[in-house]
């Protein structure tokens, strides 16, 4: 297969792709949820406590709880799932979509207050905008694979968490191909045969040489039957332990 036909995957073409994207949300805002009216509600409440799986992992980190933890929610789309009540800890939420200036004004149409807001921000950029090591854990949901260079964007979510700190990874597998490379969906993540892989048509990269420089806490792959009908979820736990490389990564 050629280069030529890969999708164009440049800053235009992405913006163009976006409009289904955020069609997606402003309907979900103006029906509160849609089909998901529970999961509305729980990003709308400011006492929404914080999920559990964040507050599990932080535990596992051996984050004392006397401390403001810094999280960032990256790919958030309007709101972020998190939660940001915790009998354990100060959270300081931040929450960044590349669409944000788009759900700010839908946001401000449906009067939504009282929960972080998003602000412009792009897995590409993240080490730029927010400095190597700010975080103490940093949460990607469902939205690695809608950036325009995942490679890139994995090593920035990983540069901006501090040692001793984590990434949360959660992705539907495949959905490029399950959605026929429709708006965002231009890339496939899929852990198989014990490795995480990034594809794009018949190409594919292990993502594993990254991802093992530093400490993988856990790999949660959905059962068969999920993952043949589209459904199911893997979720991956990582604790930064080195600096990354990104060079040393690739040479490996």
């Avoid at 949460?139 to 901006?160: C, E, T």
């Avoid at 993988?216 to 792959?221: A, D, F, T, Y």
């Avoid at 736990?237 to 690739?250: A, M, P, T, Y």
Wanted: charged share 25%; hydrophobic share 35%.
């Amino acid at each position: 297969m050629g280069q030529t036909s890969l999708p164009n995957m440049d800053i235009d073409s992405w913006r163009e792709r976006s409009a289904e994207e955020v069609n997606f949300w402003e309907n979900w805002i103006f029906t509160e949820g849609s089909r998901w009216p529970q999961e509305y509600k729980r990003r709308t409440d400011p006492t929404t406590p914080m999920a559990k799986e964040v507050e599990n992992f932080l535990d596992g980190l051996g984050l004392p709880a006397d401390r403001t933890v810094k999280i960032l929610d990256i790919g958030a789309g309007p709101l972020s799932f998190i939660g940001t009540n915790s009998e354990k800890y100060t959270i300081d939420l931040t929450v960044v979509d590349p669409l944000a200036e788009e759900y700010n004004r839908l946001l401000d149409q449906k009067n939504v207050t009282g929960v972080p807001r998003p602000e412009r921000g792009y897995f590409e950029t993240a080490t730029t905008q927010f400095g190597a090591e700010a975080f103490d854990l940093v949460w990607s949901r469902n939205s690695l694979d809608h950036a325009l260079d995942p490679v890139l964007g994995l090593f920035n979510l990983l540069n901006v968490c501090r040692i001793g700190g984590g990434l949360l990874l959660s992705f539907h597998p495949n959905e490029a191909e399950g959605g026929n490379y429709a708006g965002l969906h231009q890339w496939n993540l899929d852990y198989r045969d014990g490795e995480v892989v990034l594809s794009q048509k018949d190409r594919m990269v292990s993502l594993m040489p990254l991802l093992q420089q530093q400490k993988i806490v856990s790999i949660s792959q959905p059962e068969k039957t999920q993952k043949k009908a589209g459904k199911g979820r893997v979720n991956i736990k990582v604790e930064k332990i080195v600096e990354c490389n990104l060079s040393q990564c690739l040479i490996a």
